[in-house]
């Protein structure tokens, strides 16, 4: 067993970690409490304030980031292990894992790649828009 696989098995680990910490964090939000309406304004608002304070959104957003490079390294780490053991069996896998590589590895790039031909002046504006956003191709969209 090679580094890709500790690497992913820890971050898919992590991601569950973060998420089931962000869960009670979001639980405790929206938890109903025995108080006045004025209370429980104060109350909700000082639990927003804290769940901005502590960038619980960017801890939302980093775990299907997270959770796609686990499974990209479980792959490759595969991949690796199954060429240094056995050709006939690493070739159909290969081909078969490809596939949701590219997949993993276009698609943030899609809706960066229409955002910028949008933005072309020779271009219709009925396009069609990419019916998906995601963060890391509106990280690279910045």
């Avoid at 801890?59 to 686990?70: G, H, K, R, W, Y």
Wanted: charged share 10%; with cysteine.
């Amino acid at each position: 067993i090679n580094a890709l696989w500790f690497i992913s098995l820890v971050l898919s680990l992590s991601s569950a970690l973060v998420g089931i910490v962000c869960v009670q964090w979001i639980r405790q939000y929206i938890q109903e409490h025995d108080l006045t309406a004025t209370q429980w304004l104060k109350q909700r608002q000082i639990l927003c304030d804290g769940l901005e304070a502590w960038h619980v959104r960017l801890f939302i957003v980093s775990l299907p980031v997270m959770l796609q490079l686990a499974v990209a390294l479980f792959f490759v780490g595969m991949l690796v292990f199954l060429w240094n053991m056995n050709l006939s069996v690493a070739l159909p896998v290969t081909i078969v894992t490809i596939v949701p590589l590219i997949f993993l590895l276009v698609t943030p790039f899609i809706p960066v790649l229409q955002t910028l031909y949008a933005r072309h002046p020779f271009t219709f504006r009925d396009h069609n828009l990419c019916p998906y956003k995601t963060h890391q191709g509106l990280l690279l969209s910045k």
